[in-house]
């Protein structure tokens, strides 16, 4: 049996269509039904991937002496699920392209920061709309009780606002230091 019908005979085994199997190598489906029908033969790059792909040995593959299935029941690794390829994909992405994530580490630990701002701002305003001492009750003067400033200072809000801006500020510093490392890891 010629390489052309073994890759047949295994696409109809495995009740794929051409496009089907195109999909699963990377190819056109024109580059499959060229190789069922001879005209052309996979390169060995695409052969491993048959094998692979059809579970069988690539000597059985390019053997003509073979029957219609490995005699030896000897077959390659077996087909590589998108699970067990997406370490090495994930992998190729953030050697390439991880100085991103640093990015996406500064941008998250600015919204936080913004967010802390915006709490302490607001709180502030807040406290400064009111007129305690000399509004139309007239019944509170400056030395009684605490003033505007230290309640807004003391409002919780106020407070915690002012942790999270802090901690925001942090982020964005390991952010810049993530995005510098793995900007020199993706040049070596």
């Known amino acids: 049996m010629k390489l052309s019908e073994k890759i047949y005979t295994c696409r109809k085994k495995a009740g794929w ?3 089907e199997l195109a999909s699963r190598l990377g190819v056109s489906r024109q580059a499959v039904s060229k190789w069922e029908t001879g005209e052309a033969e996979p390169e060995l790059g695409k ?3 048959l094998s692979q792909v059809f579970e069988v040995s690539i000597d059985w ?4 002496d073979a029957g219609e ?3 030896d029941g000897s077959q390659s690794q077996p087909r590589p699920e998108l699970l067990e390829q997406l370490p090495g994909i994930v992998g190729r992405l953030f ?3 991880g100085y991103l994530a640093g990015v996406y580490v500064i941008i998250s630990g600015l919204g936080i920061s913004l967010v802390g701002f915006l709490a302490r701002y607001i709180s502030r305003r807040m406290f400064s709309g009111f007129d305690l001492g000399y509004g139309s009750m007239g019944m509170f003067d400056s030395s009684f009780g605490p003033s505007l400033e230290s309640l807004a200072v ?4 106020y407070i915690m606002g002012g942790a999270i801006m802090v901690i925001g500020i942090v982020i964005v510093i390991a952010g810049i230091a993530l995005a510098v490392y793995l900007k020199k890891q993706s040049r070596k």
């Open 69 to 71: 299935s490995p005699s």
């Open 17 to 19: 269509s051409q496009e």
């Open 47 to 49: 052969l491993k991937l």
């Open 61 to 64: 593959l390019l053997s003509e």
């Open 154 to 157: 003391n409002n919780p809000v």
């Open 95 to 97: 050697r390439r392209y």
